[in-house]
T-cell receptor
Framework: GIQVEQSPPDLILQEGANSTLRCNFS?????LQWFHQNPWGQLINLFY???GTKQNGRLSATTVATERYSLLYISSSQTTDSGVYFC??????????FGAGTILRVKS | DGGITQSPKYLFRKEGQNVTLSCEQN?????MYWYRQDPGQGLRLIYY???????QKGDIAEGYSVSREKKESFPLTVTSAQKNPTAFYLC???????????FGQGTRLTVV
């Protein structure tokens, strides 16, 4: 089945810094999402982005489907950005497959 | 409000007992999913359903069972055959064509 790899696994930032999270996938997809898991465990939808670029405030995402990767940009990071960031793609049989996540810690 | 409701939020179970986790959605979604998350780990797919009265095993289905008798509901039963059931369980739903999936708030199951 499709493989999803996220990097880096861990990231520590000073408040105000920018960061880029990467998601690579092993096969062509027509569905890709980015989620933020908050400290209470809830998964918050950030972007539904099978291709192209989207922006939402300090966050933006780009997916290059032909090269099988997606990037999540966080600018001017805040402590509330801390948590785990997941990307997920729709694989064979319409199974939603997750990467292992990137743990982000933003220090004040 | 439209959304996905999981209940209960916390659940304690004695070893050897079956327990059922509830997942209800009023988004008119066709597809529903169950995931398991262990501390510090990613999400692993247990079962998913694309349509009423049909469901497929995910990557870690052993020791779990599901039913999909209604479009709005996809309950997950953790049976006594599941060797290590303590985990965080998340339910999701989406339309059947490739679109955005949404998650409930999760149920934390602890076996005591």
């Amino acid at each position: 089945g499709i493989q999803v790899e996220q990097s880096p696994p861990d990231l520590i930032l000073q408040e105000g810094a920018n960061s880029t999270l990467r998601c690579n996938f092993s096969d062509s997809v027509n569905n890709l999402q980015w989620f933020h898991q908050n400290p209470w465990g809830q998964l918050i939808n950030l972007f539904y982005i099978p291709s192209g670029t989207k922006q939402n405030g300090r966050l933006s995402a780009t997916t290059v489907a032909t090269e099988r990767y997606s990037l999540l940009y966080i600018s001017s990071s805040q402590t509330t950005d801390s948590g785990v960031y997941f990307c997920a793609v729709l694989g064979e049989g319409n199974k939603l497959v997750f990467g292992a996540g990137t743990i982000l810690r933003v220090k004040s | 409000d439209g959304g996905i409701t999981q209940s209960p939020k916390y659940l304690f179970r004695k070893e050897g007992q079956n327990v059922t986790l509830s997942c209800e959605q009023n988004l008119n979604h066709d597809a529903m999913y169950w995931y398991r998350q262990d501390p510090g780990q990613g999400l692993r797919l247990i079962y998913y359903s694309q349509i009423v009265n049909d469901f497929q095993k995910g990557d870690i289905a052993e020791g779990y069972s599901v039913s999909r008798e209604k479009k709005e509901s996809f309950p997950l039963t953790v049976t006594s055959a599941q060797k290590n059931p303590t985990a965080f369980y998340l339910c999701a739903s989406s339309f059947s064509v490739p679109t955005e999936a949404f998650f409930g708030q999760g149920t934390r199951l602890t076996v005591v």
